[in-house]
């Protein structure tokens, strides 16, 4: 375990945050930078406007080290946003929303063996992990019908294939139950120190980057088919929690996404836009660019305020006049789009530290987060006896 000793005569890692003095940053989440940056073997941090505090480690940050800390890029390997265009003829919020698959329940290869989103699957299913496809998960996860807002680079748009007012599937999700099976081999062992064998983590690593990439692909298409349009290649899918080898050290994302010369969707909320950017971050930001908002409140602080604020109608119609299709209420609450910092904040930064060009916003038609509470009784019912008759 040489590299412990190899610290002493290195110099201290460096740390820079991307952010504006009126961008709003907790002090833990800069804290846990810190945290991050006395790590053995830390080279560099650069943390994106949208920095918030993690289970350990900062969300929003992008991190080189000469040593592998597979609790820096956490369970949600593979994690990240892909965008699809999508033809359809008219987008009428109500009708669309009401046609969303159940997209917690996962494609089973036999049961669901004729189910015609498997078309996007070339090859074997990652690791063979086969439990969870097409499931698009809790939290921050999503699947949004979309539609392109104002376009501020038509020239670099165009060459993307879309122009105002088309409209996109956008996925947010990442490898369900396999990352975390990964993270959790490692610390049951070493905690959140590094891992021994390097080449061993990131062949699993690996798996979980493509399994999430393949599931995105596979809820389009689920989503797709299910309003009536052909599925597609995505024209964007950024991954931002995962680790690379670059320039010979271990370059750590955490809520971070890949900034050289990439298009990347940055995520807004259900309630505002998103921006579709042309990145081209260098060295300093660590080739990272801010993946979305940021969250602004913990989960119990949205919940407890939108509970004092909103009814679960009011936040089913949103600012832009989207529908979110969310039976879990508590959800509905925890991701509130004031729970979130302001997206055109996060943006702001990142054009003005040069790490990214904004080229149009994506405006939500349908945000689709857990099946309505009308397709899944059982869910609902067990909530009411957990809350007594009639609570909000």
């Known amino acids: 375990m040489s590299h412990h000793h190899a610290r002493r005569d290195a110099p201290p ?95 089973d290869p036999e049961r669901d063996a004729d189910d015609p989103a498997w078309a996007v699957l070339a090859g074997d299913v990652p690791a063979g992990h086969v439990e969870g496809l097409g499931t698009v998960g809790r939290g921050n996860h999503f699947v949004e019908l979309a539609r392109f807002g104002t376009v501020f680079e038509p020239g670099h748009a165009s060459r993307l294939g879309l122009a105002a007012g088309d409209l996109v599937l956008v996925v947010h999700s990442g490898s369900r139950g396999l990352g975390e099976r990964i993270l959790r081999a490692h610390t049951e062992v070493h905690g959140a120190g590094p891992t021994p064998d390097p080449d061993a983590y990131l062949a699993r690593h690996d798996e979980a980057v493509r399994w999430g990439s393949l599931n995105r692909r596979l809820l389009a298409a689920r989503v797709a088919h299910a309003l009536g349009a052909e599925p597609t290649e995505p024209i964007v899918d950024q991954c931002h929690n995962l680790v690379e080898i670059r320039d010979g050290v271990y370059l750590h994302r955490k809520g971070a996404a890949p900034g050289d010369g990439r298009d990347v969707l940055v995520a807004g909320t259900r309630g505002t836009p998103s921006y579709l950017v042309a990145a081209h971050a260098g060295p300093d930001a660590n080739h990272s660019v801010a993946h979305g908002a940021g969250r602004k409140m913990s989960r119990a602080d949205a919940l407890r305020r939108g509970r004092a604020k909103h009814t679960v109608e009011e936040l089913r119609r949103t600012p832009v006049g989207s529908l979110v299709v969310c039976g879990d209420r508590q959800l509905l609450f925890e991701e509130a789009p004031s729970a979130y910092k302001r997206i055109e904040q996060v943006i702001r930064d990142l054009a003005e530290h040069d790490l990214a060009t904004p080229v149009a916003t994506t405006v939500p038609v349908v945000t689709y987060k857990t099946p309505d509470a009308g397709a899944t009784p059982r869910a609902e019912r067990r909530d009411n006896r957990r809350r007594g008759r009639g609570g909000s």
Do not use: N
């Not at 943390?47 to 080290?65: Q, T, Y």
């Open 13 to 107: 890692a460096t740390l820079r945050v991307f952010a504006s003095p009126t961008s709003w940053i907790e002090s833990d989440a800069v804290a846990q930078c810190h945290q991050v940056a006395a790590l053995d073997g830390m080279i560099h941090v650069a943390a994106m406007p949208d920095l918030h505090p993690g289970k350990g480690a900062p969300i929003g940050a992008a991190m080189a080290s000469s040593v592998l800390y597979p609790f820096l890029v956490g369970s949600d390997i593979g994690c990240g946003i892909a965008v699809f265009p999508l033809r359809l003829k008219r987008a009428v919020p109500e009708k669309l929303a009401a046609r969303f698959p159940d997209l917690d329940r996962a494609l």
